[in-house]
């Protein structure tokens, strides 16, 4: 249920947060 | 001392010797030689000059150079300390400092605080919650209705706001985190504990031994 999603737990799954994606080759 | 190599590294701006770096970071020597491998791959993709410009950095995280993002936006920001529009090697080691397994919990917290405090105004503000939780919806082809999205922003604010002035500040931060542990998670790389078998080449032409 979206509405029980805490917003933050939401925004941490932004691809813009990934940073182990710099790691790959 | 000292080998062609290392004269010629130190000729690039923004460079910082090593045992600096390890000085200061959860790094130690040998994984910041390691990170310099990344960073000469990331800082030449586009431009080689030795800095990581944005593009890049998009490019990196998203395989696109144009793809904008309001959260890279944001983690490129903090990550160019000097703000003048490119990340330097020394700004690199130090931020990604943040994500090592074993920075201090603190530290991590305190990233994220900035990270989400879109408008440096000491707080994290209901709009800028909302800004972000748009952002996440819209770069994930998500789309909810504004009620919804409302009602989101509103319940974690009510949880999050303990004083009830509408905005979250360091301590409000602190608490809301401690009880929402897995916040943090994206803070921590698990790779970097693993950096120089991922980027081995530099170890090859290491100077100095780690002591630990």
């Known amino acids: 249920r979206p509405v029980m999603m805490n917003a933050f737990e939401l925004i941490s799954t932004s691809q813009g947060l990934n940073l182990g994606t710099l790691f790959e080759k | ?212």
């Open chain 2, 1 to 212: 001392m000292g080998c062609l190599f290392t004269k010629h590294i130190k000729q690039i701006p923004g460079y910082e010797e090593p045992t600096v770096l390890a000085g200061e970071t959860s790094f130690t020597v040998s994984e910041v030689e390691a990170l310099y491998e990344l960073f000469k791959k990331l800082s030449s993709s586009i431009i080689v000059d030795g800095l990581i410009h944005k593009e890049e950095f998009q490019l990196a995280l998203f395989k696109n150079s144009n793809t904008r993002n309001l959260f890279a936006d944001r983690i490129f920001d903090l990550f160019d300390v000097k703000r003048n529009g490119v990340i330097e090697f020394g700004e690199f080691v130090r931020s990604l400092s943040v994500f090592h397994p074993n920075t201090a919990i603190s530290e991590k917290i305190e990233f994220a605080f900035r990270l989400y405090d879109l408008r440096h105004t000491g707080f994290i503000e209901r709009e800028e919650l909302k800004e972000m939780v748009l952002a996440l919806l819209k770069e994930s082809d998500l789309c909810l209705s504004d009620d919804v999205v409302e009602t989101i922003v509103d319940k974690t604010f009510s949880e999050a706001d303990l004083n009830g002035d509408g905005k979250i500040d360091r301590e409000e931060w602190k608490e809301f985190v401690a009880r929402n542990p897995s916040l943090l998670k994206n803070m921590t790389l698990p790779y970097l504990k693993d950096i120089t078998i991922a980027f081995p080449s530099f170890v090859l032409y290491s100077e100095v031994e780690d002591s630990d």
